[in-house]
């Protein structure tokens, strides 16, 4: 089955780490994106990337980095930098930059203690 | 303000009631979104809209692009239908991969 797999589902970690958010896609999508939800709010977009060693600062990067170094992977790292890591973090792809329709991964809680 | 409002923001109704859910947005748009995630967090496109209507199974979508207004009906609701519903939009002049979410709907189908 295709699809989108965020690794993993719950994480916790402490203030002052750094941690690495997994996302892997098997649809042969271009483009990639990683979002933050917070109660309350709609989502932000943190990064995207429109093909393989390119990516592009979404609404809200600081704090946090990527690398697209291969196709089917786009990892997260939420750095000590981040001011309120605590978030459930999203990752989707889409056929390409141009396509609106966005496929999601099942998101990753992160509580940082 | 919000350039996505939604309404209501919550929402509980009775197994088999039709369901309205309202999207109203402030910039001019290519394209509005309405995505349905369920309580475990998934998120799963339902509709991509830039003008009328479209309808899939219970669900049905609208756009008025004069209006500036979308709405997401579920007809015959059911228990399964619970869950958070999402509207997004491309604005005209938003760079590429960025869509702008309302914060949405959670909608609860009691039996």
């Known amino acids: 089955d295709g699809g989108i797999t965020q690794s993993p589902k719950y994480l916790f970690r402490k203030e002052g780490q750094n941690v690495t958010l997994s996302c892997e896609q098997n649809?042969?999508?271009?483009?990639m994106y990683w979002y933050r939800q917070d109660p309350g709010q709609g989502l932000r977009l943190i990064y995207y990337s429109q093909i393989v060693n390119d990516f592009q600062k979404g609404d809200i990067a600081e704090g946090y980095s990527v690398s697209r170094e291969k196709k089917e992977s786009f990892p997260l790292t939420v750095t000590s930098a981040q001011k309120n890591p605590t978030a459930f973090y999203l990752c989707?792809?889409?056929?390409?930059?141009?396509?609106?329709?966005?496929?999601f991964g099942p998101g990753t809680r992160l509580t940082v203690l | 303000k919000n350039e996505v409002e939604q309404s209501p923001q919550n929402l509980t109704a009775q197994e088999g009631e039709f369901i309205t859910i309202n999207c109203s947005y402030s910039?001019?748009?290519?394209?509005l979104h309405w995505l349905q995630q369920h309580p475990g967090g998934g998120i799963v496109s339902l509709f991509m809209?830039?003008?009328g209507k479209k309808k899939h199974g219970r669900l049905i979508a609208t756009i008025n692009i004069q209006e500036k207004h979308s709405s997401l009906h579920i007809t015959a609701s059911h228990p399964r239908d619970s869950a958070v519903y999402i509207c997004a939009v491309r604005s005209l002049g938003g760079s590429q991969g960025n869509l702008i979410f309302g914060k949405g709907t959670k909608l609860s189908v009691k039996p």
């Open positions: 989707a792809s889409s056929i390409d930059i141009h396509v609106d329709t966005q496929y």
């Open positions: 910039v001019g748009i290519s394209a």
């Open positions: 649809l042969n999508h271009d483009a």
């Open positions: 809209l830039s003008s």
